[in-house]
């Protein structure tokens, strides 16, 4: 069976068929659904399952960690000069991608490696960029793989990083099949820190990004700017758990029982409002705390102006106290599977479920979307 790269294969959301990718023993059926919603699913061919390591082109990783990995390889002897895939190499990372629980949070380390061998004409400066900008390719294409079986794998690296040569010492015509390599880990849950010697990346512009945080929605409230006219907001605190714990008080405003929420000059108000609200009667300690892990690593500076949905999730735990479903949606600055950091718009975190008193929601409880707006 030939095996075709998946970066190579575009898929045609307008036609509603199967389109099949073959990676030697495991074939990829992606199917067309309203849209461009994708179902994917992946029949191994029979064998596949039980198929062994091929030592001449995958071995035991060379980087360790302080915490057991789901999935961990060495894909080895890639060819010299070269980042093409070996089918070895394809088997491998299309097994360990499917083999990731649906639903679990998992994280994942890319690691591209280059031999000692060097390029005529270029000396040893040129030769080591060179090499650098090799196992970045390398790195990159085993990225590309496991994100056309999965494309939420791209929102799951933790680390992607070209080494180059720079991991061992040898004579400059040295091209050893160990080192012409790429190391890919998979982490359930949280991921271990990176070693040494994977230094971390700096961070995109704006800072560092967190992925560890708690909610609670410990109230809402109604203003009336004029008689007849009522805006309903809801308070929204968010703490920080990751680094520095640190707290922030928001307001989202909603639906409430006359008008809706209709722009920035309606503002001030909800924020004094809010901030009587905050002296008066709201306490840390007392509030009933959600804690979650972001789909997208995000920050308070990224928190100014995002977009707050929240919906009625049921019955609460007490008179006037309900349950809300909360997404927070907003502009990130996010770094790619390549390494590079790229400004989209993204789900920071999606239907949180916190609970609060007299909570203001849409007509029927649906969810209505409004600006996150900084109180303290």
Known sequence: MSAVFAWHVRFDAAQSQYRTIEFSKARV??????????????QFSEGADSMADDPNFLDNPFTTFSKPSFRAKRLINFPTGKADLVVPHQDWLVQATVA????????????????????????????????????FQRANRSAQM????NPDISNHIEVF????NRDYVAAPTDDSPFWRAVEVHIFLDDPPPPPPELEAPPPCPGGRRYRKWSIATPAGFTWSPVPGAV??????????DEGIVATHYYIAPQAGGGVSYSGPGRAVGLIAKAIQLIRGSLSLSGMSWTSFTADTPFNFGDLDGATCHIASAGAGRGIGVQAS????????????????????????????????????FGIGGSAIGGPLIKVA
Do not use: H
Request: glycine content about 12%; some cysteine.
């Open 29 to 42: 059926y992606i199917i067309a659904r309203a849209k461009t919603e994708l179902d994917l699913q992946l």
């Open 100 to 135: 990731i629980p649906v639903g679990r949070n998992y994280r994942i380390y890319i690691v591209g490696f280059a031999s000692q061998l060097g390029y005529a004409g270029m000396g040893a400066e040129g030769s080591d960029a060179k090499n650098l900008n090799l196992s």
């Open 146 to 149: 496991m994100e056309a079986i």
């Open 161 to 164: 990083q070209a080494r180059g």
């Open 231 to 240: 805006v309903g907001a809801n308070m929204v605190v968010l703490r920080r």
């Open 325 to 360: 479903d909360v997404s927070v949606s907003g502009q990130v600055w996010i770094r790619e599977s390549s390494g590079r950091c790229m400004f989209k718009t993204g789900d920071f975190f999606t239907n949180v479920i916190s609970v609060g008193k007299d909570l203001q």
